[in-house]
């Protein structure tokens, strides 16, 4: 089976499950095209339109703070990336990203590449910004906002993935809203989309620094041997939610998994 991306100037077919790659005349917006083998009884394309997801993970560039809590966003970007076949080979808007699919979901995978306390910035500014049939202006935009614009992302359909030092080591959450929570990366893109927060996130947890531990340290130390172990399971299972959540939204499936990870280091 065949699935085909069509857009303005372009129409790529690939085998399904695999990536593509976007090219000089990327497209604005993505339609997804089932096509039926010869063997089938009908012969005839059906046609099925997808809302393509942004996927952005939060993170600090650089070998400096490879594997550091505060880089949990962009492992799980990671992650997805090889377990989904999806090349990160493209830099735009400041971000390095990858187009590829989830099943016959269109998805953007983005690792913005400022550091985190900025990471709702990018060095592209256009005095407009047209989103969401609104127009704005903008005295510098962001990686986030520039890529759903650009792509015909909807607010709904902008996963935003980081830690949370609120919840223990390697347990998840999914939720289709919240606040910042005082996280400088959240609080940043939020302050680049005129406060809005009507968008998931999936929370990945580092627990509190010990002590007196200074909070910065904390977040730009590496992980322990068994918290390491946590975040790599917490990262494969962080995967299938993001998998769920992308083929069947907020659903039943998303509100079990919030409650297994709540309780997943509680005996009974």
């Not at 499950?17 to 005839?44: C, E, G, Q, Y």
């Not at 942004?54 to 377990?83: A, C, W």
């Not at 322990?224 to 399971?233: F, G, V, Y």
């Not at 990262?235 to 309780?263: C, H, M, P």
Request: charged letters at 20%; aromatic letters at 8%.
């Amino acid at each position: 089976m065949l699935c085909a991306i069509s857009a303005p100037y372009t129409l790529i077919q690939y085998p399904k499950n695999t990536h593509f790659r976007a090219n000089r005349f990327a497209p604005s917006t993505f339609r997804v095209s089932a096509v039926a083998s010869s063997s089938s009884l009908d012969s005839k394309a059906t046609n099925l339109e997808y809302t393509p997801w942004l996927i952005v993970g939060l993170g600090n560039p650089g070998n400096k703070y490879h594997g550091t809590r505060h880089n949990v966003g962009f492992e799980m970007i990671d992650k997805i990336s090889q377990t989904e076949g999806i090349l990160l080979n493209t830099i735009q808007s400041k971000a390095l990203i990858g187009i590829g699919s989830i099943g016959d979901v269109p998805i953007l995978l983005a690792k913005p590449q400022a550091y985190m306390n900025y990471s709702g910035e990018s060095d592209m500014t256009p005095p407009l910004i047209r989103w969401f049939g609104q127009v704005q202006r903008r005295s510098i935009s962001e990686p986030v906002g520039p890529l759903a614009a650009y792509y015909k992302v909807p607010l709904r359909h902008i996963l935003l993935v980081y830690d949370e030092m609120c919840l223990p080591n390697g347990v998840l959450r999914l939720q289709p809203k919240g606040g910042h929570g005082h996280h400088n990366g959240v609080k940043s893109i939020m302050g680049h989309l005129d406060g809005r927060k009507e968008f998931p996130r999936l929370c990945i947890g580092i627990g509190n620094p010990p002590g007196n531990m200074d909070m910065k340290a904390f977040l730009l130390q590496k992980f322990s041997s068994t918290e390491r172990k946590q975040i790599d399971a917490a990262l494969e299972q962080g995967v299938e939610a993001v998998r769920t959540l992308v083929l069947s939204g907020f659903s039943d499936s998303v509100t079990r998994f919030n409650l297994g990870q709540k309780y997943k280091y509680h005996k009974v």
